[in-house]
């Protein structure tokens, strides 16, 4: 693999997103990369907003065939929108982006010297967090970086920091692509790339950054949530990824964090990202 390889960046889109979040999103791994993609394809998730197709149709008269839209008539959900992208894209290497996210100028050169150099299917990378100003950076999401430690960190957590992943399209679609798990589709594909044999590898800096802080890992509580990570590690397990005293164990240690006072959370939220 050559640092010119060809790449999709692939997205998926619905009505609550951003207009203003998406144009910076898109200025980001356009205007500013190094390395430009050679095809971006979006999702549109249902019906959008006068302001989202406004921005849509500005960066289709600017980009051409590089910019490939695809539109479905509802809503169905992040899994299922980023599988019909999944499917749709054109090239070996695929670059994940969040339509509210911002990639750092060297992101896609930095990723695809990693495929050159080494022998990897899925690289990901640490992520800067923010809440208004993108200059002010307040956490960082860190990850461990070869794949054995990869591999075990996601017997307990998800092992790369999804919206600044790059993979083979090809291990991907082996894997089965996206599938509805709801909250966890993302997490859900990584693991069964990991299962299927695909080489993990996460650079140790950051190149995303990310719209978040400790309103968004405090909105990760209540029943339907606490039943979503049931289901998850339940599924896991059922494919013997994990041992059944890991499923428990993740089981009451998620329990105890989801019914933990929030400012409590606000420190553990801390601890974890730092």
């Known amino acids: 693999m050559s640092s010119n390889l060809k790449f999709s960046v692939l997205m998926s889109i619905y009505y609550k997103e951003n207009a203003e979040y998406f144009n910076r999103c898109m200025q980001s791994i356009w205007n500013e990369q190094i390395v430009k993609p050679n095809e971006i394809v979006l999702v549109e998730d249902g019906k959008l907003t006068d302001e989202l197709y406004k921005i849509i149709k500005i960066w289709q008269k600017k980009l051409g065939k590089v910019?490939?839209?695809?539109?479905?008539?509802?809503?169905?959900?992040?899994?299922?929108?980023?599988?019909?992208?999944?499917?749709?894209?054109?090239?070996e290497i695929i670059a994940i982006m969040d339509t509210d996210d911002i990639s750092y100028p060297n992101r896609f050169k930095k990723q695809l010297e990693v495929f050159k150099?080494?022998?990897?299917?899925?690289?990901?990378?640490?992520?800067?967090e923010f809440e208004n100003n993108e200059n002010k950076i307040i956490s960082y999401r860190k990850l461990p970086k070869n794949h054995?430690?990869?591999?075990?960190?996601?017997?307990?957590r998800m092992p790369v920091n999804h919206p600044a992943t790059m993979y083979k399209r090809d291990l991907a679609l082996k894997a089965g692509g996206y599938k509805h798990m709801l909250w966890f589709e993302d997490y859900y594909l990584m693991v069964r790339m990991l299962i299927n044999g695909a080489k993990f590898y996460n650079i140790q800096e950051p190149l995303v950054k990310m719209r978040a802080g400790f309103g968004q890992i405090s909105r990760r509580s209540g029943f339907k949530y606490i039943k979503a990570e049931y289901i998850f590690f339940k599924t896991i397990y059922e494919l013997n990824f994990i041992t059944k005293q890991e499923f428990f164990k993740n089981i009451i240690i998620r329990l105890t964090i989801r019914t933990l006072p929030k400012n409590i959370l606000k420190i553990i939220y801390k601890k974890i990202r730092n």
């Open 67 to 91: 910019f490939k839209v695809i539109s479905l008539k509802k809503n169905v959900g992040t899994g299922r929108a980023k599988n019909i992208g999944l499917q749709n894209c054109k090239y």
């Open 148 to 156: 054995e430690d990869i591999l075990n960190f996601a017997k307990k």
């Open 117 to 128: 150099n080494k022998n990897i299917d899925v690289c990901s990378s640490w992520i800067s």
